[in-house]
């Protein structure tokens, strides 16, 4: 059997860490739907860079919100939201059959509002009702001024991915924004099933590290802190005020494994994969990893409830001379600044690529 296949047998949900039209209109991703269990999908700037630039996909797209007089930030939601809705109707009967629990895709919000509270609700909100998806999250990045954010987003019923998460402490920080979201709508009388998930970045970790460490440390920081925040989730998913809400009817934020990629190439192509197999998360990985992965046929034992040895991992990290509580806001503020880095990209690959239509539809009419 497949180890995608013991992957969701375990109550593990695989999502796609891509989307392009070429991945739609091949049927490509309805394949990973039916053969590999993928069950959703997330996106970012940087993989929307990659499919619009490296891909005539979206020229016809691009040429008719031209037209429109489209251009810039408001043309690249058109052309995301097109893509996003199209993977959420391939998954809606997932989130059908799984009561809203999984078959979910995600767009972010703009990384230029990452620090500006209200401006990231206010668009998450707009996206939300654009894109008239019950499965369809929203990606607001879980920063200080995100916090309120997803606060105000979830008492509105906006279903939340909440991104760039690094560590324990952050990770809390998101899940009790959450709840306190979901409190609200309890006290105000509302639904209170709201779906969201909390991302969770490990790569990121051991790459930051590399070459600080001894060679035995090498590829170990990430999982730690992945299984300590596991540890703090499996915590709080049983405490009493979590329970409450699930009596009143609320469904718990599910943990998310992001950046689950292996960067080393000396390291096993699933690392992360088979380290953070557990029930009731996500683990959400490039076409890459997710090929690797149907290749294999185990994977070895479940992420321990209580962490297992992450204490002692970590300690030997500190002792290594890396202070695990600043690198977290190092990577958090870097990973911020990365999909910045991103989105301008994309906005000039959306304007070069109008520009050439522009002069390409220009041409064609002098020569009629």
Known sequence: MKA????????????????????????????????????????????????????TAYDNAIHEDLKRGKSGEALFFDLALEDLTRAADLFRPIQD???????????EVSPLLAYDTTSTLAAAKELHARAGRSNLLIK??????????????????????????????QYVAAAEAFLRGIERRIEAGLEP????????????????????????????????????TYKAYRTLLSSPRWQRVYNLGARPQRLLWASTGTKDPQASDILYIKALAAPFTVNTMPEGT????????????ILPADGGDC????????????????????????????????WN??????????????????TLKAAS
């Open 4 to 55: 995608t296949q013991l992957l969701y047998d375990l109550g593990q949900s695989i999502w796609l860490d891509n989307i392009t039209r070429d991945l739609l209109d091949t049927g490509t991703l309805e394949t990973y739907i039916k053969e590999l269990s993928v069950t959703g999908l997330t996106s970012n700037p940087t993989i929307f860079d990659h499919a619009i630039n490296n891909s």
């Open 97 to 107: 059959r799984t009561a809203g629990v999984d078959g979910w895709v995600s767009l």
């Open 140 to 169: 607001i990045p879980g920063t200080k001024e995100g916090l309120p954010a997803i606060e105000e987003a979830i008492f509105a019923g906006i279903p939340i991915n909440v991104t760039l998460l690094f560590s324990r402490e």
């Open 193 to 228: 099933t709201v779906g969201s998930v909390a991302s969770v970045f490990v790569s990121r970790w051991d790459a930051a590290v590399a070459s600080k460490v001894p060679e035995a440390l090498r590829n170990q920081l990430g999982i730690a802190i992945a299984k300590r």
């Open 290 to 301: 997710l090929k690797a992965l149907a290749e294999h046929t185990d994977l070895g034992p």
């Open 311 to 342: 204490e002692q991992v970590l300690a030997q990290f500190a002792k290594a001379g890396i202070d695990v509580d600043a690198l977290a806001a190092q990577l958090q503020d870097e990973g911020a600044k990365s999909f910045v880095k991103s």
């Open 345 to 362: 990209d994309l906005m000039t690959v959306i304007t070069s690529k109008a520009a050439d239509l522009k002069t390409k539809s220009a």
